[in-house]
């Protein structure tokens, strides 16, 4: 039997019926040293708490309520349990990610529907104090069709290693760089315009400097590197080994844990896809594409030789065993099931 002491705590974001899902608020889930997960129970009920975030330093949640159009912080209460830690702050259309500053400072909201980026200040409690929308995006490809201007759509936040943020906007096939000043928010550093059509998603950062970005559309993985402090695109390539059919979309990527390779999730065809990483951070290969265990695969989360896969569609994560000098996946080691998980994030 696993000791308590031996257990890690991971959350789940969820969609709840007002976003057409099954859940009913952000999820509480106990993760074993043999990889298997169990479910502990709704950690606090929330309308579509979709994507979730924790303070680097103190017991509190974030998570943007996605139709709501709402970001809400949470105290951690007892083993497993989250209660609301002040009123719920107005976001922007379908907020769909939350990002907070390894410093404890401020977090940064995403929003689809509108393409707003937005930084909440935080107290020395984890509550949020100023709201200050970030200028709004100007597509610098131009519009195919005149008259009828593409739609902003901001989709995710990454910290960066040298405090900057850098942000994609997946209508506009950007990356923007910001700064942050206290008491204003965020000031435009530079953006890195990626190919049309392409929409990157979701991106994270390698030791090396390096930020791989995948994108939702294209199913592509891109590189970035900082010259001087400005990044540009480096390389790009595409996600799997074995292409993908008209309805798939990419969603998360992630880093194994030694940073060798990177994991690329598919939904419609359901997959997830192994790339190698070249030492120097400069360019990712697909080597592998297998199923992911189930339908939709949303969000996937490393940690140590374990994957687990969230299917928002399936209701269930899949966790397969990592074979550590290759990267590869074993077999299916186990399922939970659990319903419309969005997203898998480490409680601390």
Request: net charge negative; aromatic share 6%; with cysteine.
């Amino acid at each position: 039997m696993t000791s308590s002491a031996q257990q890690q705590l991971i959350w789940t974001g969820t969609y709840t019926p007002d976003g057409g899902g099954r859940a009913h608020g952000i999820g509480a889930i106990s993760s074993a040293p043999d990889g298997t997960l169990q479910w502990l129970g709704t950690a606090v009920k929330a309308n579509s708490p979709s994507f979730v975030a924790v303070h680097p330093t103190l017991p509190v949640v974030y998570a943007v309520g996605e139709p709501a159009q709402t970001v809400q912080a949470y105290r951690r209460t007892g083993e497993f349990g989250l209660e609301a830690l002040g009123d719920a702050q107005p976001a922007g259309d379908a907020a769909c990610h939350v990002a907070v500053d390894p410093l404890g400072r401020f977090l940064t909201v995403a929003c689809w529907g509108d393409g707003q980026v937005l930084l909440y200040e935080l107290d020395h409690d984890g509550g949020m104090t100023g709201r200050f929308p970030a200028p709004p995006s100007v597509d610098p490809h131009g519009s195919m069709t005149p008259g009828e201007p593409r739609q902003s759509r901001a989709h995710a936040s990454l910290m960066l290693s040298d405090g900057r943020i850098m942000t994609t906007d997946l209508g506009h096939d950007t990356l923007r760089v910001w700064q942050y000043e206290p008491g204003a928010g965020l000031n435009a550093d530079h953006e890195v315009a990626l190919p049309f059509g392409s929409g990157p998603r979701h991106l994270v950062q390698h030791a090396s400097g390096s930020v791989f970005v995948v994108s939702e559309y294209s199913i592509e993985v891109f590189v970035v590197r900082a010259d001087a402090g400005t990044f540009e695109l480096i390389s790009r390539g595409p996600a799997t080994s074995g292409g993908s059919v008209p309805d798939d979309s990419a969603a998360e990527i992630c880093l194994g844990q030694d940073g060798n390779h990177a994991y690329v999730g598919v939904r419609g065809s359901n997959l997830i896809s192994v790339l190698q990483v070249t030492p120097d951070g400069s360019a990712l290969s697909p080597i592998h594409d297998f199923p992911s265990g189930g339908d939709w695969p949303r969000h996937h989360l490393v940690r140590g030789q374990w994957l687990h896969v969230a299917h928002e569609r399936s209701d269930d994560i899949a966790t397969f065993a990592l074979r550590p000098a290759t990267g590869l996946p074993g077999p299916l080691v186990h399922t939970l099931h659990t319903p419309s998980p969005t997203v898998l994030v480490p409680a601390g």
